[in-house]
């Protein structure tokens, strides 16, 4: 690390205070980022292995975990299609109040969760505007898991929007029109034509979702229920073992989040660099 540091300041540049400005870089992601970090990745371990082994046998925590990662993923592939009929509504439809709907689509990001949480839970309790005529249906979203994937979608879909808008607003419509010209069915032209550079993004916007849903917290426990082994989620049981000093247990599932987190963003990078490749070979 020191030779890394020394190599940086021999190091000639022409931009003026670029060594100053890395430096200072790297010290403030150090800080905010691998100290946080790696701390999590020592913590579960400075019990000893044995409160380790004994916090990862938890029953109730595997639960939790299924919970949050199925939950998460279901949400995120019911996004794919939103995300996409949205997206193309921004870009290539003309739609009235279209600035507006864009606005509303970045809402959840700075709406406070437990707002988002509370505002669900309203709306789709039995007695809200919402749940009340699904209840008649005899479909019930609140205070189970069809609810965390309800909340997990409001969430996750300015991600997925966002992931597939610059990419679509990029593709030129010469090659719709020249599929068309060439006797390409309209199913031909959405799947080769349109989708196909779109699968990156597709990626990319699932992969933030699903990465986000898991560990998601203020907007689900107002909606979920919170009924171990059915409808509570790894968050809430990382705040149920602090508040019970369990630390080697809310340490690891915290761990293992982080991880599964981390595993998800390689994934979504390595899959995004095959699938460019395929759609510039296609």
């Keep these: 690390m020191k030779q890394f540091f020394l190599a940086l300041l021999r190091s000639n540049r022409a931009l003026p205070g670029y060594r100053l400005s890395l430096i200072t870089t790297l010290l403030w992601a150090g800080l905010l980022i ?24 938890d029953g109730r925590m595997f639960a939790a975990l299924w919970t949050s990662f199925s939950c998460a993923a279901t949400a995120a592939a019911c996004n794919l299609p939103f995300g996409l009929m949205l997206a193309w509504a921004l870009v290539r439809g003309q739609l009235p109040g279209r600035h507006v709907a864009n606005a509303l689509i970045d809402l959840p990001l700075a709406l406070p969760t437990a707002v988002s949480g509370i505002t669900l839970a309203t709306l789709y309790s039995p007695n809200g505007w919402l749940g009340a005529p699904l209840s008649r249906l005899g479909i019930l979203v609140s205070y ?5 994937v309800v909340a997990l979608m409001f969430v996750g879909l300015p991600f997925m929007v966002r992931a597939i808008e610059p990419v679509l607003r990029d593709l030129p419509h010469e090659l ?23 699968l990156p993004a597709l990626v990319t916007g699932f992969g933030l979702a699903f990465a986000r849903g898991i560990g998601e917290y203020g907007s689900v426990i107002f909606i979920a229920g919170n009924q171990p082994f059915r409808s509570e989620i790894a968050p809430l049981l990382i705040v149920v073992r602090l508040q019970e ?20 963003l390689l994934l979504v990078g390595m899959m995004r660099k095959r699938l460019a490749l395929w759609s510039e070979r296609a």
């Design 245 to 264: 000093f369990d630390y080697a247990g809310a340490t690891a599932i915290a761990l293992i989040l982080l991880v599964a987190s981390l595993l998800v």
């Design 176 to 198: 719709e029109e020249a599929a068309q010209l060439l006797g390409a069915k309209p199913w031909q032209v959405f799947t080769r034509v349109i989708v196909a550079p779109l």
């Design 144 to 148: 189970n898991r069809l609810g965390i």
């Design 34 to 57: 691998v100290l946080p970090l790696s701390t999590l990745l020592v913590r579960p371990w400075q019990d000893g292995v044995a409160a380790m082994l004994t916090a990862l046998r």
